[in-house]
């Protein structure tokens, strides 16, 4: 729900206990009742989360009486990493989990390469006729450029991993769904990028010359009808200029004083937080979780029901709440956790297990999409983005420990024992 109705969804609750923050509740319930903590919390990568959850919790619990809801909420950006737990605590709790959840996800791509650009297009051009929560502008559905391009990426990736049994030429629907969202720096890198990542991890030519192909189609057809549509509540257009104009604007000086203006004030705001944490006296700690770091860096936007709290970025942000050391935790998380996806990819496509080679592309894949965007949003920081990451994390994780069982009990030469589940009936 979150990715068809994005920040819509969020609201549904009853204040304080929105969607998230309800369904983190039921989580933490499932999370014990599985009785798989302690194996997971006992692997490498469990002790870097158990060290990663506790430094944010020491960074947090000095605020909570001067901010109250204000630090609970801010909190929320390491709080999800509880759906990472109870994910990877299922999947190694129910064995046919993995193909469960592959099967799922199938049927959610095929929906949103078509429900996806509706909702995405309603929150543009509708906005004025769409329902909104009380007393808010939030209107439902609200989904922000940024989210629309990782879930793209995710089922772009999902479909050259091999997992979607779905004809590729479905990359030319992705990619014209894609171009919707040009506008957007952050979104566009990250499709670019695990577009990229998936081709070079598991290369054949007839994918890139699908992709290719694909992505020429839509450019000459832009280009032969001179495509161009405003997009409402902006001063950017939906045209082959503005995707120029976006992709310039990510690797140089754009002529675009639009793009220029929110670059340089991000990149101003990030040497600040720079400076009083790498450089300065929140080293250690960082401003904690709970103050309105726009307000004390002195970089104040957003609206007066709805201030921005946080930096366009959110590793970022890590950075300025917990300081260094909390930052150096995230970092290390999640690089072990991309470091044991690839070993893991390599592995099984060593030993010719198409299921799981195709599985940790994928998530590995939709990961990068992930931290691409949290590079230049207020990202992870909403459950919009924050529960699918730190699900798609829970997945992989969990996998990468059923994995290593199977392929300790595998020898190379030997393929006939891999079909002894349901879910290596794939091979």
Same mark, same amino acid.
């Given at each position: 729900m979150y990715a068809f109705l994005g920040k819509g969804f969020a609201y549904a609750g009853w204040p304080p206990?929105?969607?998230?923050?309800l369904l983190l509740l039921f989580a933490l319930v499932a999370l014990f009742a599985t009785g798989r903590i302690g194996v997971l919390l006992t692997t490498p990568l469990g002790i870097l989360m158990g060290c990663f959850l506790a430094w944010q919790v020491i960074c947090t619990a000095p605020y909570l009486e001067a901010f109250g809801l204000d630090s609970l909420r801010d909190s929320a950006i390491w709080g999800y990493a509880a759906f990472g737990l109870i994910t990877a605590a299922l999947v190694l709790r129910l064995p046919g989990f993995l193909e469960v959840a592959v099967r799922r996800y199938? #049927?959610?791509? @095929? =929906?949103?390469?078509? &429900?996806?650009?509706?909702?995405?297009?309603?929150t543009l051009y509708l906005r004025d006729w769409l329902p909104r929560w009380p007393d808010t502008a939030v209107t439902v559905p609200l989904i922000k450029a940024g989210e629309f391009c990782v879930h793209l990426a995710g089922i772009l990736a999902f479909v050259l991993s091999g997992l979607s049994r779905s004809n590729q030429w479905w990359v030319f629907l992705i990619l014209s769904d894609a171009m919707l969202a040009i506008s957007?720096?952050?979104?566009?890198?990250?499709?670019?990028g695990a577009s990229c990542f998936i081709i070079l991890?598991?290369? #054949?030519?007839? @994918? =890139?010359?699908?992709? &290719?192909?694909?992505?020429?189609?839509?450019?000459?057809?832009?280009?032969?009808?001179?495509?161009?549509?405003?997009?409402?509540?902006t001063s950017r257009e939906l045209s082959l200029d503005q995707l120029s104009f976006s992709l310039t604007s990510i690797v140089g000086d754009s002529q675009r004083s639009d793009l220029e203006g929110t670059k340089n004030w991000r990149l101003n705001w990030w040497r600040a937080i720079r400076d009083y944490t790498v450089n300065g006296p929140y080293f250690w700690t960082g401003k904690g979780y709970g103050i309105n770091l726009a307000n004390s860096d002195g970089f104040p936007a957003g609206t007066r029901d709805e201030p921005l709290r946080s930096p366009h970025n959110s590793h970022v942000t890590f950075l300025a709440r917990s300081g260094v050391p909390g930052f150096v935790l995230w970092a290390t998380l999640q690089i072990t956790w991309g470091g044991l996806m690839l070993d893991s990819y390599l592995r099984a496509r060593r030993l010719h297990l198409a299921f799981w080679s195709g599985f940790f592309a994928w998530v590995l894949t939709y990961w990068i999409a992930f931290m691409v965007s949290a590079g230049f949003d207020v990202f992870l920081e909403g459950p919009m983005a924050g529960i699918p990451f730190?699900?798609?994390?829970?997945?992989?994780?969990?996998?990468?420990?059923?994995?290593?069982?199977?392929?300790?009990?595998?020898?190379?030469?030997?393929?006939?024992?891999?079909?002894?589940?349901?879910?290596?009936a794939h091979q």
């Open positions: 206990l929105f969607a998230g923050e199938r #049927r959610f791509a @095929r =929906l949103y390469l078509f &429900l996806g650009p509706a909702a995405w297009l309603a957007a720096r952050g979104g566009l890198l990250a499709l670019l991890l598991r290369p #054949r030519l007839e @994918r =890139l010359l699908i992709v &290719l192909t694909a992505g020429l189609m839509i450019v000459v057809a832009m280009a032969a009808f001179d495509v161009r549509f405003d997009l409402q509540g730190w699900s798609v994390f829970g997945l992989g994780w969990g996998g990468q420990i059923s994995f290593q069982s199977l392929a300790g009990l595998r020898r190379p030469q030997s393929h006939s024992t891999a079909g002894s589940t349901p879910i290596y």
